[in-house]
């Protein structure tokens, strides 16, 4: 009995510690909202790296880049950042959605390397990459917000973009001003750390660990302009494939649980490096 009245109480506190997390955190980005509202400058205007490492993803890279393109103020600088394996069997898929004159407007950088996992492949687009912004996304994904790329200008015009930050968009969860699946990042940050997201894991963590820098430092601030569907293959069958298969074999979403639950003195010493 007093173990079960003690697993109780222990459940009763964590849900009370977790209402506190909501509303500290609803409440302080509001606040900051309204803070950078007040002194925000002109509006600056910035190319853009969209980073996206790719396999055998060719007609899902058509959808995504479709919903880009269609909802772009300014396709002109946006650099599209694409990163096969040696061995892609659909590389002239790729090439072909490419040549479509929709896109004629977009600039395509191909590279092509074997990289071990997620991480490691955004980070290295992310040390190529000549642009102020980086903006890691998958296959899966499709732009919802017109305008995307101008409201991504106003968030940046807001801060000091020599400095590490992050701005969080809008991906549907239950609290987002919690967690954000797809989070943009300026070079400074990658440039502190050597990483836009740590390179430790199977494959999984990649937005955990940067949202979880950003809150750790309060190097971040939310945008519901910049809104991001996903079509997650966890939830609609139809989107399971032969990529989402070989991600998730190997049982290494337990495995990468474990890296991270042993990974939070990296994060908390990784954190104190964003802050000036």
């Not at 609803?26 to 950078?36: A, C, V």
Request: glycine share 2%; aromatic share 14%.
């Amino acid at each position: 009995m007093a173990k079960n009245n003690r697993n109780l109480f222990q459940s009763i506190n964590k849900d009370i510690l977790k209402g506190f997390k909501r509303i500290y955190w609803f409440n302080y980005l509001k606040f900051k909202k309204i803070f950078l509202n007040l002194k925000s400058e002109k509006i600056k205007k910035h190319n853009i790296s969209i980073l996206y490492p790719t396999r055998e993803r060719s007609i899902k890279f058509n959808r995504m880049l479709n919903s880009l393109i269609v909802n772009c103020n300014d396709p002109s600088r946006i650099n599209i950042m694409l990163l096969f394996d040696t061995d892609e069997p659909e590389i002239e898929k790729y090439k072909d959605v490419i040549s479509d004159k929709l896109y004629k407007n977009l600039n395509f950088q191909i590279y092509i390397k074997d990289l071990k996992n997620h991480a490691i492949r955004n980070n290295y687009l992310a040390n190529i990459s000549n642009d102020l912004i980086l903006f890691p996304v998958n296959d899966d994904i499709i732009f919802k917000s017109k305008d995307w790329d101008k409201y991504i200008d106003k968030e940046f015009s807001k801060i000091d973009i020599s400095k590490p930050y992050c701005i969080w968009t809008d991906t549907g969860q239950k609290y987002p001003y919690l967690h954000s699946d797809f989070p943009i990042l300026n070079k400074a940050w990658y440039e502190r750390l050597g990483y836009l997201s740590s390179e430790i894991f199977n494959h999984w963590y990649f937005d955990t660990w940067i949202c979880d820098l950003s809150v750790r430092s309060k190097k971040f601030h939310l945008s519901p302009d910049i809104k991001i569907y996903q079509y997650s293959a966890h939830s609609i069958k139809e989107e399971v494939d032969a990529t989402h298969l070989r991600i998730t074999k190997n049982d290494n979403v337990s495995k990468d649980k474990i890296i991270w639950d042993e990974s939070l003195p990296i994060r908390v010493n990784d954190s104190t490096k964003l802050i000036n």
